[in-house]
T-cell receptor, first 113, second 111 residues
Framework: AQTVTQSQPEMSVQEAETVTLSCTYD???????LFWYKQPPSRQMILVIR??????QNATENRFSVNFQKAAKSFSLKISDSQLGDAAMYFC??????????FGTGTRLKVLA | DAGVTQSPTHLIKTRGQHVTLRCSPI?????VSWYQQVLGQGPQFIFQ???????GRGNFPDRFSARQFPNYSSELNVNALLLGDSALYLC??????????FGPGTRLLVL
């Protein structure tokens, strides 16, 4: 069975500092995608970053980057130069060839001014 | 371009009733997925439709059904509503490498 685990219910970071959100997953599929989504309070879920499992290189989108450790089934999100607008719930998610999306329980990120 | 739209935004029903939620995908997107998000939890996958065919299904009872129309819009139907069906229902349309683009959701309250 596919699972996605986020073990940090809440994290805090000082503005301009760096924070890392953890995610582990499990799948028996060889081909899959991993995602981080951001859900601001009372606002729409938006894509932060995407990683194809077959790619060795870690994905990067501006201040957001991932540390994808395939053997360890780990997919952490690093946010550099944190901004007040980064405050949100962050969800890690996986998609595989069984056409099912699995989301983690989320990590609430607080950014302190 | 318009994003994913959902209607209605809010809905109140009583136990045992039936509800229909609607979703219009981003223009050019052929897949639509539905999720249930209970307060404080991550979204739970219900269905994915692609080209009007069901392509994936999560662990939800048969009271939940969906369909996709020729214009790729979609409906989610829930029969015999239970209190536990109260949640935010999210629709997402799919594009490149299965990335999901989410709508604002329909908040359903079952009394």
């Amino acid at each position: 069975a596919q699972t996605v685990t986020q073990s940090q219910p809440e994290m805090s970071v000082q503005e301009a500092e760096t924070v890392t959100l953890s995610c582990t997953y499990d799948t028996s599929e060889s081909d899959y995608y991993l995602f981080w989504y951001k859900q601001p309070p009372s606002r729409q879920m938006i894509l932060v970053i995407r990683q194809e499992a077959y790619k060795q290189q870690n994905a990067t989108e501006n201040r957001f980057s991932v540390n994808f450790q395939k053997a360890a089934k780990s997919f952490s999100l690093k946010i550099s130069d944190s901004q007040l607008g980064d405050a949100a719930m962050y969800f890690c998610a996986s998609f595989s060839g069984t056409y099912k999306y699995i989301f983690g329980t989320g990590t609430r990120l607080k950014v302190l001014a | 371009d318009a994003g994913v739209t959902q209607s209605p935004t809010h809905l109140i029903k009583t136990r045992g009733q039936h509800v229909t939620l609607r979703c219009s995908p981003i223009s050019g997107h052929k897949s639509v997925s539905w999720y249930q998000q209970v307060l404080g939890q991550g979204p739970q996958f219900i269905f994915q439709y692609y080209e009007k065919e069901e392509r994936g299904r999560g662990n939800f009872p048969d009271r939940f059904s969906a369909r996709q129309f020729p214009n790729y819009s979609s409906e989610l139907n829930v029969n015999a509503l239970l209190l536990g069906d109260s949640a935010l229902y999210l629709c997402a349309s799919g594009s490149y490498q299965e990335t999901q683009y989410f709508g604002p959701g329909t908040r359903l309250l079952v009394l």
